[in-house]
């Protein structure tokens, strides 16, 4: 097998951000995957109740801007986290627009581990999302040659 492309390691202070609007519809699918039926989500009485006062989206809805950041942008194709930790700062809510950042923050020399700064925005400004993450790039072989 060859490698599909050969990319430079990421470099300590690169950047990548990639932004997208949650939806109503976006609820409903991370529900069908995850089971999470929290009225928080669903249910406008109960949320208006507590203390977001309006529907939520899952925590996993989210972060998962992260996951595209890292698996198409940086480090890029074949990533996968290692190990994140990741504190929610405030609600994100259908309409919402947000951009997941990442920052590399340290590039192993031995082997194809990046450590990151994370965090997700809201299209008001306000950090929703923060934390690290460590990945691990693996090489991407074309099967068919």
Not at 9 to 19: I, K, Y
Not at 134 to 142: A, E, F, I, K
Request: negative net charge; contains cysteine; aromatic residues 6%.
């Amino acid at each position: 097998m060859t490698p599909i492309q050969t990319r430079p390691r990421p470099a300590v202070g690169q950047t990548a951000q990639r932004s997208r609007t949650i939806t109503d519809g976006d609820i409903v699918l991370f529900t069908e995957i995850s089971g999470d039926h929290n009225p928080l989500h669903y249910d406008l009485q109960a949320a208006k109740a507590s203390r977001f006062g309006e529907i939520v989206v899952q925590g996993g809805v989210t972060s998962a801007i992260l996951n595209a950041v890292v698996a198409e942008d940086l480090p890029g194709p074949g990533t996968v986290f290692l190990n994140v930790n990741w504190n929610f700062k405030a609600p994100v809510r259908p309409g919402d627009v947000i951009t997941g950042h990442v920052e590399v923050t340290e590039v192993r020399d031995d082997k194809p581990i990046t450590r990151l700064r994370t965090w997700v925005v809201r299209d008001d400004g306000t950090v929703v999302l923060e934390g690290t993450a460590v990945c691990y790039t693996m090489d991407l072989c074309d099967k068919d040659k």
